[in-house]
């Protein structure tokens, strides 16, 4: 079969394999579309811990597709069934596995690092993720593209669900990448009175506002701390989520948010990173500060429902199709922010 094999950083490339072999408790899937995350260009480009020097690796944890084999104990699964993944597999024994966050476990495994994943024709989920519950079968309503963006969808609802986004919040989203849109039609879902989303790119921004966010801001044009306070008559969001790998924008979100405002660092930062966080505005405004990473497989099947029913429309995310001998170019795009979600079909 045909892969997209990442060798060592700056080398990912195209190549014959073999299909994998599957156990008796393992089911091979025929990929039929995955999506490009920001964590696959930071593995070709750097590496990963989980990721020996000198060992090949299919990288893609967003994927979608179709069963061809089942082992002879899975149950559940069969041959022709439309299936996704969530990607992070829990060790099923740890105190976090225990509550549920598997996103958190400490000994994971996770398509596209420790296991295979999606940019591949093939690909073999093995029999923990079967155990662990991280196999779901995708409803005739959900394609197969849109399916390989539910992934970031999830982690998003994780990321709302910890800042409890609700009726009547004013919520504020710094970027409008593919995140940034995700995080917007879960808070008008939500039931959000005001979504405001900031950006620096206004063609993404009108993405967003495609996507359902009320106001749009340009930060090359308009001072983003001036138009919250405007737009809240100087009362601050309820809730800012950050989706901008920034120090500085994440120093800054405490002063966006009012009394009792609550704030997702949805954007993670490079090692050395160490931003400076107003502790005064924290405490004298009692303001919840927290991060999320990832989702749990509870998290993921939720999402899944939701598109399912219809609540969301991830459509305009998906800007660039491409085919597997073209990933290069894919990444390319997705690295330059020329698109938004680019997928190889």
Not at 8 to 35: F, H, K, N, W
Not at 112 to 124: H, S, V
Not at 304 to 329: K, S
């Given at each position: ?26 089911v ?7 999506s ?18 000198g ?13 061809v ?20 597999v ?39 993720a079967l ?8 409803p ?5 593209e849109?399916a ?11 990321g ?18 593919p995140?940034g849109?995700?995080?917007?039609v ?9 979504v ?32 919250v ?15 901008v ?67 969301v ?33």
């Amino acid at each position: 079969m045909k892969a997209a094999v990442f060798r060592e950083p700056g080398v990912i490339e195209v190549a014959e394999v073999p299909v994998p072999a599957i156990g008796p408790g393992d089911v091979l899937v025929r990929v039929r579309a995955a999506s490009i995350c920001g964590t696959d260009l930071r593995i070709v480009k750097h590496g990963h811990f989980r990721i020996p020097a000198g060992t090949p690796r299919v990288l893609g944890h967003e994927w979608s597709g179709e069963v061809v084999e089942a082992g002879a104990e899975v149950q559940g699964f069969a041959p022709g069934d439309r299936v996704s993944a969530a990607p992070n597999v829990g060790c099923g024994r740890c105190a976090l596995c225990a509550k549920g966050l598997n996103q958190l476990c400490p000994d994971y495994e996770a398509f596209g690092i420790t296991m295979d994943g999606g940019f591949a024709e093939f690909l073999r989920v093995p029999a923990i993720a079967l155990e662990r519950g991280n196999l779901f079968h995708l409803p005739d309503s959900v394609g197969f593209e849109v399916a390989a963006v539910i992934e970031p969808l999830s982690c998003c609802l994780h990321g709302q669900r910890k800042v409890e986004v609700g009726e009547g919040d004013t919520v504020l989203i710094i970027g409008a990448g593919p995140i940034g849109c995700f995080h917007t039609v879960l808070a008008k879902r939500a039931g959000a009175r005001q979504v405001i989303v900031a950006n620096s790119r206004q063609p993404r921004l009108e993405i967003a506002g495609r996507m359902g966010a009320d106001v749009l801001v340009n930060v090359t044009e308009t001072d983003l701390a001036a138009e919250v306070d405007r737009l809240t008559g100087g009362e601050g969001a309820d809730v800012v989520i950050t989706c901008v790998s920034k120090a500085e924008v994440i120093s800054a979100a405490t002063g966006l948010a009012g009394r009792l405002g609550r704030i997702n660092v949805f954007s993670g930062l490079g090692d050395g990173a160490r931003p400076p966080i107003d502790v005064n505005s924290l405490h004298y405004r009692e303001q919840t500060l927290t991060g999320t990473t990832g989702s749990s497989v509870t998290d993921y099947g939720d999402a899944i429902d939701i598109v399912a029913g219809g609540g969301v429309d991830l459509t305009p995310v998906i800007t660039g199709r491409f085919a597997l001998d073209d990933i290069a170019l894919a990444m390319e795009q997705s690295r330059t922010g020329a698109g938004m979600k680019s997928v190889i079909v």
